[in-house]
């Protein structure tokens, strides 16, 4: 809430600065026309800024109050009838108000004698300067709210976002817990002293997904250490043929940060499909950081399910798409798919970096 306060307020700030820079070069603009010889007489510096005192009004009250309060609710003929209002009231005031500074025994003539066109263009010159400004003054305005407008469509998605993320995460938690207690009650038929380790194991990764996830970003050797638990945990109830490998290069740092169970379901694929209980099967998982990149990459023996078991039904692959568009939009890519021969099944994962969001 202060860092919003503090960012509306600088933006009024620079607002403020450009307007004021810019009417200080309009006000000097009479000076221009002041000869080098000439003494400086304030009357007529004032005189000559009458017209960009009338242009100033005009703006701020189209800016100010015009604007906002009748073109939202396309009220646009009482904005042209209070234009035309105030256009006649500065007309009207200008000439006694130019005649009080520069009284005609001055030698002060209105329009000035050395004018040649006639004073219905003197009139209409002014008039189409009016009109200009209040063009400005409306294009400013309206550009402002749909600034805001726009800006509170963002701050909208973004609450989407984040609530659907959540949502997502609350349903990665059971689904991986799920799919865990699977892998455990299928050792518990041949090994129960593998069960026992792999109970073990799955109350470390328990405390990792309950406790230590609820974070949007988490550190990225924390979420590779979950992901070798549960490597672990399903080398307990694969056999020894099966070739697994892991192999994760990050950071000594450990300042590297990620959206938290974003690979679990990638690596948990590669356990479903990539297994055959009599053909030659390897899992192999590369994590790695990179010049400010993130990579991830599974490469596994294809085995897919029969159509008959319903497992899962991809909900896993679902998820990683929605976790990396709603956590990484534009910043990243993902390759997925079999090869030509249908034997490997590979996917690749590249979150990269930008200015506003570094790795």
């Known amino acids: 809430m202060k860092n919003e306060k503090e960012h509306k307020s600088s933006g009024w700030a620079v607002q403020a600065f450009f307007h004021l820079l810019a009417w200080v070069c309009i006000f000097a603009a009479p000076l221009l026309f002041h000869g080098y010889n000439e003494s400086f007489a304030w009357n007529r510096y ?14 701020y009250v189209n800016y100010l109050w015009l604007v906002p309060a009748l ?14 209002a105030v256009y006649a009231l500065l007309a009207l005031l200008r000439e006694p108000v130019a005649r009080w500074l520069l009284p005609p025994e001055a030698g002060w003539q209105f329009p000035p004698a050395h004018m040649p066109p006639p004073r219905w263009a003197f009139v209409l010159r002014d008039l189409l300067t009016y009109v200009f400004a209040t063009g400005v003054a409306v294009m400013l305005r309206l550009s402002m709210q749909w600034r805001k407008a726009e800006q509170g469509r963002r701050e909208a998605e973004l609450g989407r976002a984040e609530a659907e993320l959540q949502n997502l995460k609350n349903q990665i938690n059971p689904h991986f817990l799920l799919n865990t207690l699977n892998n455990i009650y299928a050792l518990t038929a041949f090994d129960g002293e593998k069960a026992r380790e792999a109970i073990l194991e799955l109350s470390r990764l328990l405390r990792y997904v309950l406790y230590e996830n609820q974070t949007p970003l988490v550190s990225l050797t924390k979420e590779a250490g979950f992901l070798r638990s549960y490597v672990e945990l399903m080398r307990l109830r694969v056999g020894k043929e099966v070739d697994i490998r892991v192999d994760i290069d990050l950071p000594p740092d450990g300042r590297t940060c990620v959206a938290p169970l974003i690979f679990i379901s990638l690596v948990e694929n590669a356990f479903k499909h990539g297994i055959s209980p009599t053909e030659p099967s390897f899992v192999h998982i590369s994590l790695s950081v990179t010049g400010g990149e993130i990579r991830f990459t599974t490469t596994n023996s294809n085995y897919p399910k029969s159509q008959a078991d319903k497992a899962g039904s991809g909900i896993g692959l679902k998820q990683v798409e929605s976790r990396l568009r709603l956590a990484y939009p534009e910043r990243h890519t993902w390759h997925h798919g079999v090869t030509d021969d249908g034997k490997v099944y590979l996917s690749s994962i590249l979150i990269y970096a930008s200015k506003e969001q570094p790795i």
């Open 46 to 59: 004032l005189h000559g800024s009458l017209f960009p005192l009338s242009l100033c009004v005009l703006f």
């Open 71 to 84: 073109i939202p609710r396309k009220r646009y003929t009482a904005f042209v009838l209070y234009n035309l």
